[in-house]
């Protein structure tokens, strides 16, 4: 019995083993009201559990309540206190203000900037080839407070560090993130609190944005991908410290484990499809990975572990050594890395990229194959192009056009004759005559 129970308490905690301080009877009962709490559990909600990731987060909450409410009805015991029945004491923990209150918000405030987008374009979307999210256009979402980094740098607009949070490049950006925010959003939320949803979101999206102000100062990006994904992270940094507490055979119950394995596919697979959108124009993977690990270190500083004192531990020192090293280390790297990166992109000019190669990661004109004039879509700024022409005054015919290009640049240009000679007809073919003359 006592081999059983001591591989049970090892299962359940790693601190645990090792420990040279160990009391039978007292941890056996531990166990005993863990497992009391979780027949109530199953009596009441049942077997059924939420599909995905609220079903993972909705089995390690329960898990956290039972293991409280033992821990609880054991301090109560040593001293002698009246008991508090499971009931009352997970209606207590219930109580609190862990309703989505902020994933709502942010849902509403980027629906509402999805629609204020939209109007500002006329009500309409442009040609796939400029935006194959089906969205307005680039001079749409600059005006709205897209990232641009010149604009950042040059001219201290620096509130579009944290308006591209809420915009997006079109219905399809928009549908995915709020789906996923909604999704992971309302599960962190909902388990561990207002303010630890804000830090994991908030910190990451600035973060990410920097990161991408940084590598890619000739693309305008927006979405609410870099804070969608520090919510993925904090999922990943909770699993991380609570494995014990989702893969072990004790907790579990049968068939549990296996999906809960599932989850962590379906969240491996999220992230990919985040990562192929994120090559598309007005996306881009700096803000999703720089927001992923940010989100990752915030979590290890606002998510709760477990105490070991309940699995029949009762050293603390080693305990709270990790939880102030977890602690610690995940605020001081995410704010010295948002610092760092900051004095960065201040100290260069908003133009200048200093990788330049670390643009494919971001964006990729697809398909790769085609001739450069018939792609799908294009990472360029050659949408952005205007002219100004010369007309012949006795034909009335177009002569030559001057191009100003993205970067400022101007290129004059003879008119061909199989060219359209209408002002319509050639704003459509200025996007090719960019990528001819200015790139």
């Known amino acids: 019995m006592e081999k059983r129970l001591r591989e049970l308490a090892g299962q359940l905690s790693s601190d645990w083993r090792g420990s040279i301080i160990y009391h039978t009877p007292a941890l056996a009962r531990r166990l005993?009201?863990?497992?009391?709490?979780?027949?109530?559990?199953?009596?009441?909600?049942?077997?059924?559990?939420?599909?995905?990731?609220?079903?993972?987060?909705?089995?390690?909450?329960?898990?956290?309540?039972?293991?409280?409410?033992?821990?609880?009805?054991?301090?109560?015991?040593?001293?002698?206190?009246?008991?508090?029945?499971?009931?009352?004491?997970?209606?207590?923990?219930?109580?609190?203000?862990?309703?989505?209150?902020?994933?709502?918000?942010?849902?509403?405030?980027?629906?509402?900037?999805m629609f204020a987008a939209l109007s500002v374009n006329g009500w309409k979307f442009e040609p796939l080839s400029v935006n194959p999210m089906i969205g307005p256009s680039a001079e749409t979402l600059l005006r709205l407070g897209a990232k641009?980094?010149?604009?950042?740098?040059?001219?201290?607009?620096?509130?579009?560090?944290?308006?591209?949070?809420?915009l997006h490049a079109g219905v399809i950006h928009f549908l995915l993130n709020m789906f996923a925010l909604w999704y992971v959003g309302k599960a962190i939320e909902q388990i561990h609190g207002f303010?630890?949803?804000?830090?994991?979101?908030?910190?990451?999206?600035?973060?990410?944005?920097?990161?991408?102000?940084?590598?890619?100062?000739?693309?305008?990006t927006v979405g609410a991908s870099g804070g969608i994904f520090g919510l993925i992270g904090a999922c990943i940094s909770d699993i991380v410290m609570n494995w014990n507490?989702?893969?072990?055979?004790?907790?579990?119950?049968?068939?549990?484990?296996?999906?809960?394995?599932?989850?962590?596919?379906?969240?491996?697979?999220?992230?990919?499809?985040?990562?192929?959108?994120?090559?598309?124009?007005?996306?881009?993977?700096?803000?999703?990975l720089g927001g992923m690990i940010l989100g990752f270190l915030c979590g290890l500083s606002?998510?709760?572990?477990?105490?070991?004192r309940f699995f029949g531990d009762e050293r603390q020192r080693f305990y709270k050594f990790k939880l102030l090293f977890?602690?610690?280390?995940?605020?001081?790297?995410?704010?010295?890395?948002?610092?760092?990166?900051?004095?960065?992109?201040?100290?260069?000019?908003?133009?200048?990229?200093?990788?330049?190669?670390c643009t494919y990661m971001s964006c990729i004109a697809f398909p790769p194959w085609t001739d450069k004039n018939d792609k799908w879509w294009y990472c360029d700024d050659c949408s952005r192009t205007t002219a100004e022409g010369t007309i012949d005054t006795s034909t009335g015919k177009f002569l030559e056009l001057a191009l100003t290009c993205p970067a400022g640049d101007i290129e004059t240009v003879a008119v061909d004759e199989s060219w359209p000679q209408d002002e319509l007809g050639l704003e459509g073919i200025l996007p090719m005559l960019c990528r001819e003359h200015c790139l």
């Open 32 to 113: 005993r009201d863990f497992q009391f709490a979780r027949d109530k559990r199953r009596k009441k909600y049942g077997t059924m559990k939420p599909w995905g990731i609220l079903g993972l987060y909705d089995h390690l909450s329960g898990v956290r309540v039972d293991v409280e409410w033992a821990e609880d009805a054991a301090w109560r015991r040593k001293n002698g206190e009246p008991y508090l029945t499971w009931s009352d004491f997970e209606g207590i923990k219930n109580s609190g203000n862990h309703r989505p209150f902020f994933t709502f918000a942010i849902v509403s405030a980027c629906t509402a900037m």
């Open 148 to 166: 641009e980094s010149y604009l950042i740098v040059q001219e201290n607009e620096i509130w579009r560090l944290v308006s591209p949070m809420v």
């Open 195 to 220: 303010f630890p949803a804000v830090v994991q979101f908030v910190v990451p999206a600035v973060g990410g944005t920097i990161l991408s102000a940084i590598f890619l100062p000739e693309y305008i």
């Open 245 to 288: 507490l989702l893969f072990n055979e004790f907790v579990n119950e049968r068939g549990v484990r296996l999906s809960h394995a599932r989850v962590l596919v379906v969240l491996f697979l999220d992230i990919v499809v985040n990562c192929l959108v994120g090559l598309t124009p007005f996306v881009d993977n700096f803000t999703h």
């Open 302 to 308: 606002t998510i709760q572990l477990v105490s070991p």
């Open 326 to 357: 977890f602690r610690s280390f995940g605020l001081l790297v995410s704010m010295t890395g948002i610092i760092v990166s900051s004095i960065v992109l201040f100290s260069g000019d908003g133009e200048t990229n200093p990788c330049t190669s």
